[in-house]
């Protein structure tokens, strides 16, 4: 069975824990999160939340994730608010898996 992590700054991934998700706060140490995720990416999840702000720093980590199936990444906003990130990265998805953009019409 497979696991869902979420990764972020701790006051926007707080919560997920009472849904019963892993969470694995961001303490502001880019290495650390470049090997967290990449350990993530070699256990047993099938999803790994990230929030937007930690996405733009694991920007060329999560490209290299993107390419296997497993485990899907997803972005969200955080407490700090959205930046657009989240819905330009399931725009690209869709794109990629159906061949058109079918979300935008663009």
């Not at 919560?15 to 047993?44: M, S, T, W």
């Not at 996405?55 to 930046?83: C, F, H, Q």
Request: net charge negative; glycine share 10%; with cysteine.
């Amino acid at each position: 069975m497979y696991n869902i992590a979420v990764m972020g700054d701790r006051d926007s991934i707080y919560g997920f824990a009472a849904l019963g998700l892993e969470i694995f706060p961001y303490y502001g140490n880019e290495q650390d999160a470049v090997k967290q995720l990449r350990h993530l990416c070699e256990g047993n999840y099938a999803i790994i939340y990230i929030t937007e702000a930690l996405a733009e720093i694991l920007e060329d980590e999560i490209d290299k994730v993107r390419e296997n199936p497993l485990p899907a990444i997803i972005l969200i906003p955080g407490v700090s608010g959205n930046t657009g990130k989240g819905m330009k990265s399931v725009k690209i998805s869709v794109e990629q898996a159906v061949g058109s953009d079918i979300i935008f019409n663009g």
